[in-house]
């Protein structure tokens, strides 16, 4: 029952990433079809053939070689956020598969971070705002 009930109301999610380089412009959208690649693997890719995928962004800090960007997905594709980031040239650090050796910096996981998820709750239909104590710091 609940799980119907938070399909009905959809959740608005904003996270948090360190990427090495950024976008030129500080804030975009990125549209770029996702497909997944030949089986067995589980990793995306872009392709013309791929579905529909979009990807909102805004720069919240630079550096000299590393960005931080809030990304909010408009769809929800597998990997999205990771796929768009490597695609567009600023891969997540730290991402074992979709980085370049270069971007991985010796880390085990991505500085990728779910900071923002709002909703309606779908009982009191209050709008709620969940904040992440945890971030990605340049």
């Known amino acids: 029952y609940m799980h119907t009930l938070l399909q009905q109301t959809p959740v608005v999610k904003t996270y948090h990433a360190l990427t090495l380089g950024g976008p030129e412009a500080d804030c975009g959208m990125i549209s770029a079809p996702i497909a997944r690649r030949e089986k067995p693997s589980l990793l995306r890719h872009i392709h013309p053939d791929g579905k529909e995928a979009v990807t909102e962004y805004w720069v919240l800090e630079r550096g000299t070689e590393l960005c931080k960007l809030a990304l909010r997905p408009v769809t929800g594709r597998t990997h999205q956020l990771r796929v768009h980031c490597s695609y567009m040239g600023f891969p997540i650090?730290?991402?074992?598969?979709?980085?370049?050796?270069?971007?991985?910096?010796?880390?085990?996981?991505?500085?990728?971070?779910?900071?923002?998820?709002?909703?309606?709750?779908?009982?009191?239909?209050?709008?709620l705002l969940l904040v992440s104590q945890m971030d990605t710091e340049l």
Not at 101 to 122: D, N, V
């Open 93 to 127: 650090i730290g991402d074992p598969q979709y980085g370049s050796e270069e971007s991985r910096f010796g880390l085990e996981s991505q500085m990728l971070c779910a900071r923002i998820l709002e909703f309606t709750h779908p009982m009191t239909r209050e709008r």
